[in-house]
T-cell receptor, first 115, second 115 residues
Framework: AQKVTQAQTEISVVEKEDVTLDCVYETRDTTYYLFWYKQPPSGELVFLIRRNSFDEQNEISGRYSWNFQKSTSSFNFTITASQVVDSAVYFCALSEAGGSEKLVFGKGMKLTVNP | KAGVTQTPRYLIKTRGQQVTLSCSPISGHRSVSWYQQTPGQGLQFLFEYFSETQRNKGNFPGRFSGRQFSNSRSEMNVSTLELGDSALYLC??????????????FGPGTRLTVT
């Protein structure tokens, strides 16, 4: 069965601090996709990144970076020099290949960035 | 391109009533999924539609149903509402899993309150 675990439920940091959001997943499939979504107070889930199981390259996009390690089944997300606008709930999600786009989400991690 | 739109945005219903929520996907997207978000259970998959066919269904009672129209718009219906159905209902669309795209884009959600 698929499962996504985000052990941290809430983190509070001061602006300009770096913060890492952990995500551990479980799946029996060899082909799968991992995602990170951001949910600001407005409620809409904003797509941040998708990674497939065959691509373990780390990715950097501006202040955001992702570290995918199949050996530890982890897909961690780091925000460098956090800003108040980064305050949101962040979700890690997993989708298996094979004809369905069903996303299995972690419980989410609420990040508060204080000025 | 316009994003995913959901109507209504807010809804208050009484126990025992039924409700219909609507979702219009991004233009050109043919796959629509629905999710329920509650504080206790988090984000849970309801169902997924492609070309007017239900491709996958989550673990929800039969009171939850949905459909997709030929223009890819989708509706979900909940009959005999219970207090526990109070939630944010999110709709997501994607181009097509058959094209190898697993990026789902979410609408702002419908906040349903059952009293």
């Amino acid at each position: 069965a698929q499962k996504v675990t985000q052990a941290q439920t809430e983190i509070s940091v001061v602006e300009k601090e770096d913060v890492t959001l952990d995500c551990v997943y479980e799946t029996r499939d060899t082909t799968y996709y991992l995602f990170w979504y951001k949910q600001p107070p407005s409620g809409e889930l904003v797509f941040l990144i998708r990674r497939n199981s065959f691509d373990e390259q780390n990715e950097i996009s501006g202040r955001y970076s992702w570290n995918f390690q199949k050996s530890t089944s982890s897909f961690n997300f780091t925000i460098t020099a956090s800003q108040v606008v980064d305050s949101a709930v962040y979700f890690c999600a997993l989708s298996e290949a094979g004809g369905s786009e069903k996303l299995v989400f972690g419980k989410g991690m609420k990040l508060t960035v204080n000025p | 391109k316009a994003g995913v739109t959901q109507t209504p945005r807010y809804l208050i219903k009484t126990r025992g009533q039924q409700v219909t929520l609507s979702c219009s996907p991004i233009s050109g997207h043919r796959s629509v999924s629905w999710y329920q978000q509650t504080p206790g259970q988090g984000l849970q998959f309801l169902f997924e539609y492609f070309s007017e066919t239900q491709r996958n269904k989550g673990n929800f009672p039969g009171r939850f149903s949905g459909r997709q129209f030929s223009n890819s718009r989708s509706e979900m219906n909940v009959s005999t509402l219970e207090l526990g159905d109070s939630a944010l209902y999110l709709c997501a669309s994607s181009p097509s899993f058959r094209q190898g795209s697993y990026e789902q884009y979410f609408g702002p959600g419908t906040r349903l309150t059952v009293t």
